[in-house]
């Protein structure tokens, strides 16, 4: 599967974006959907994971009640809602996917993924 971000962009304190991950080559219900930051000199961070069957999902204590995940697998695509955006949000965000048939349909995971985007930017400044 191969995975393609778009919506991000500068944005200031308090503002929303909302981040989206197109997939190909796949059907992206076959597949739990992550999504991970880097920001310049830190660790790549795991934000948000939804399980293929959408029936669970996790988030990072940095960004609970902020950030909603979510998936609308007759466009092939994910998503990730990002609300009250904070400059440590500032980061380069990824989408990731993980074979249901590998992990299971009640899997995902915010420590890794078997696919990865090339990366978005998003920028919270005033």
């Known amino acids: 599967v191969q995975l393609v971000e778009s919506g991000g962009g500068l944005v200031q304190p308090g503002g929303s974006l909302r981040l989206s991950c197109a997939a190909s080559?796949?059907?992206?219900?076959?597949?739990?959907i992550m999504w991970f930051r880097q920001a310049p000199g830190k660790k790549r961070e795991g934000v948000s994971c939804?399980?293929?069957?959408?029936?669970?999902?996790y988030y990072a204590d940095s960004v609970k009640g902020r950030f909603t995940i979510s998936r609308d697998d007759a466009k092939n695509t994910g998503y990730l809602q990002m609300n009250g955006l904070k400059p440590e949000d500032t980061a380069v965000y990824y989408c990731?996917?993980?074979?249901?048939?590998?992990?299971?349909?009640?899997?995902?995971?915010?420590?890794?993924?078997?696919?990865w985007g090339q990366g978005i930017q998003v920028t919270v400044s005033s």
């Open positions: 990731a996917a993980a074979p249901a048939l590998k992990y299971g349909s009640t899997w995902c995971s915010l420590f890794g993924a078997d696919y």
């Open positions: 939804l399980t293929s069957d959408s029936t669970r999902t």
């Open positions: 080559g796949s059907t992206l219900d076959y597949y739990a």
